[in-house]
């Protein structure tokens, strides 16, 4: 990066930080988003002000008190106190009506900000029960603030994002949010970006920065600069996306060159025996897999139950929420066509990504037992055509497994795939 850009994101930085820093003073929940967007842990005023909130009663309750707790939650870890008071102001929040007797809209549904930081307690205090009940207040609530939130600028964009969060059907698909606000949550998993996306990120969330005087927006462009930078300058986990989960997939035949095959034991010490690591069926595959990527996405998920169709509950291999990404894995036994391949992988991805599903891509990952590399060409080039399939990887068995996995492992039929 050239030196006169550096000079100039700082002197953005420091000009926002001013704006967010000063009216944080008076906000208490610009003060609240800020520090939860940063990841930072709970300050003392912080703490104060959730504490406040948490012994307010009767009138005194509001949804911004909601709001801040929520943030609060969902920053460090919560004692039992905290999460009791969420719980109780969350259940009075979602008792009342959405609009007043005359007609006049909650704060919840004119404020994203509000609806952002009770959103984002209730995912991380809620169980499942508790979940599936607030997600059905949250998408009716969602689909009335859409409706009166007009032409609004990053707010409404904002809303799209939180529809998108919660599952919210009622809302327009076509992407309507800026690139740097959804940068800003890309790191708070609820939002996604496309690594294509860094330059133009980096260029929307510094043009007009000296006219931003609006704290909220400030706070939300100054994440949105950070997360751009240090995508461009640093290795950042936290800011990788679906094509880099297909870089590290790609690599995973590397961890071959070090495999456990032994043909006798690699150490004198008594008892000492050869160990083999064999790859025999689809949990195999899936192991490996989730050893090389865990390290790397701490909220690699599997076996993931999704949405039912009909009597059928599909269930999802591994999954990384934040980027809305299914990994499909497949074990192409020996004997088996490249075609019905296809076709399984075809039938899976319209269950994974129906309307209603929380995934938008699909990464095939397929462990081919007979090392048909002649075929490969033609079952990715099938595969990518697919719709929502971002990258197909295929993993070849290694020559060191020859002798003893022709000899071991029959000819299974292609419907072997676990249930």
Not at 97 to 118: H, M, Q, R
Request: glycine content about 6%.
């Amino acid at each position: 990066m050239k030196t006169e850009s550096a000079i100039l994101i700082a002197d953005v930085r420091k000009t926002l930080r001013r704006v967010v820093d000063e009216a944080s003073e008076q906000n208490v929940l610009l003060a609240a988003l800020a520090e939860w967007l940063f990841n930072k842990q709970s300050t003392s005023a912080l703490a104060a002000a959730a504490e406040k909130a948490a012994n307010a009663k009767g009138g005194e309750r509001s949804s911004l008190a909601v709001a801040v707790l929520g943030f609060s939650n969902a920053i460090g870890p919560r004692s039992e106190s905290s999460a009791m008071a969420f719980d109780q102001h969350l259940n009075w929040l979602i008792g009342r009506p959405n609009f007043g007797t005359g007609g006049e809209p909650s704060n919840v549904l004119v404020d994203p900000a509000i609806f952002l930081g009770v959103i984002v307690g209730a995912h991380a205090a809620l169980d499942n029960t508790q979940q599936k009940k607030f997600d059905t207040w949250a998408r009716s609530a969602c689909k009335d603030a859409w409706g009166i939130s007009g032409d609004s600028g990053w707010q409404r964009g904002l809303l799209q994002i939180l529809g998108q969060a919660i599952g919210a059907t009622d809302l327009p698909t076509g992407n309507i949010s800026p690139s740097w606000l959804r940068a800003a949550l890309c790191g708070r998993s609820l939002a996604v970006i496309n690594d294509t996306e860094v330059t133009d990120v980096l260029k929307e969330a510094l043009a007009g920065t000296t006219e931003v005087s609006e704290p909220f927006e400030a706070v939300f462009r100054l994440a949105a600069i950070g997360w751009a930078t240090e995508r461009a300058m640093d290795f950042n986990l936290g800011a990788m996306t679906v094509a880099d989960v297909a870089r590290v997939l790609e690599n995973l035949s590397m961890v071959f060159l070090r495999w456990v095959w032994e043909e006798k034991p690699r150490t004198s010490r008594r008892g000492a025996l050869p160990r083999k690591w064999h790859i025999e069926n689809e949990y195999h595959v899936q192991s490996l897999v989730h050893t090389a990527l865990k390290p790397i996405f701490p909220s690699l998920e599997e076996e993931k139950y999704l949405a039912a169709t009909g009597t059928y509950q599909p269930r999802a291999d591994l999954c990384i929420s934040a980027l809305q990404l299914v990994i499909e894995l497949k074990y192409w036994y020996r004997g088996d066509k490249a075609k019905d391949l296809i076709e399984q992988i075809a039938a899976d991805l319209s269950l994974y990504l129906r309307p209603d599903s929380p995934y938008r891509q699909v990464i095939a990952v397929i462990w081919d037992e007979a090392a048909r590399t002649e075929e490969h060409p033609e079952l990715k080039r099938g595969l990518a055509g697919l719709s929502g399939m971002a990258d197909v990887i295929l993993l070849s068995r290694p020559s060191l497994m020859e002798n003893d996995t022709v000899a071991k492992i029959k000819i299974m039929p292609r419907n072997s795939k676990k249930s």
